[in-house]
């Protein structure tokens, strides 16, 4: 056996023993962190959650006079007109541990129903703008759209049909602050969502 060849492989296998050796004790600490904060959750009282940062639907904006005979704009009006009187709050990004330290054990259900409003909320307003969009509503789209964005949400398409339509309407300048917001996002579509508009509009 070529003796080169040999050491090589000896170093490359001895390398990838490290590097399995590393990844496992990382492994093994991130886990060790996570039970340790876990514990130290369960043990905080409840706090007041009049602080939270509640979202509250301005539905007198809304495009809800058109497409009224449309049974997805008409579905997703109610859901919208539903939530009106529920709490809102994006909690996306935190864990159920994050919001036990944060606020206590005792509030994790209704923070946990919070959020799904929020979650249910973001998407409702974008599915109403997809139709909007497709029957030739821009403008009105981008009232949905523009409210989702002020409310740090993290789908990705709101951003992208929103810089659309800025763009092709001369509005351009306005995308430097969608990139910025979508910068301060505490979700995993974070970086995916600012690549993408930093590419489409390298200007910006």
């Keep these: 056996m070529n003796i080169g060849f040999l ?3 000896i170093t490359f296998s001895l390398l ?6 590393k990844q496992a004790k990382k492994r093994r600490k991130d886990n060790d962190n996570f039970w340790e904060r876990e514990a130290r959750s369960n043990s905080v009282r409840r706090k007041s959650l009049d602080g939270l940062n509640y979202v509250t639907i ?5 495009p809800t006079h058109i497409l009224n005979e449309n049974s997805t704009v008409m579905e997703c009006i109610g859901i919208v007109e539903s939530l009106t009187d529920q709490k809102i709050v994006n909690l996306t990004g935190w864990t159920n541990t994050d919001l036990k330290l944060e606020y206590g054990t005792a509030n994790i259900t209704p923070l946990s129903e919070y959020d799904q409003n929020y ?10 703008a997809d139709v909007l969009i497709e029957s030739g509503y821009l403008a009105e789209a981008s009232v949905l759209m523009e409210f989702a964005v002020s409310t740090n949400t993290d789908v990705s398409r709101t ?3 929103l810089a659309e339509f800025w763009a092709s309407h001369f509005e351009e300048e306005r995308i430097p602050q969608l990139i910025r917001t979508a910068e301060g996002l505490r979700s995993s579509n974070r970086n995916a969502i600012v690549r993408y508009l930093k590419e489409k509009y390298p200007q910006n």
């Design 7 to 9: 050491a090589s492989f």
């Design 16 to 21: 990838v023993s490290h590097n399995i050796r």
């Design 58 to 62: 301005p539905l007198e904006r809304f």
């Design 119 to 128: 979650t249910l909320l973001v998407r409702t307003l974008q599915k109403w």
């Design 159 to 161: 951003y992208y049909q």
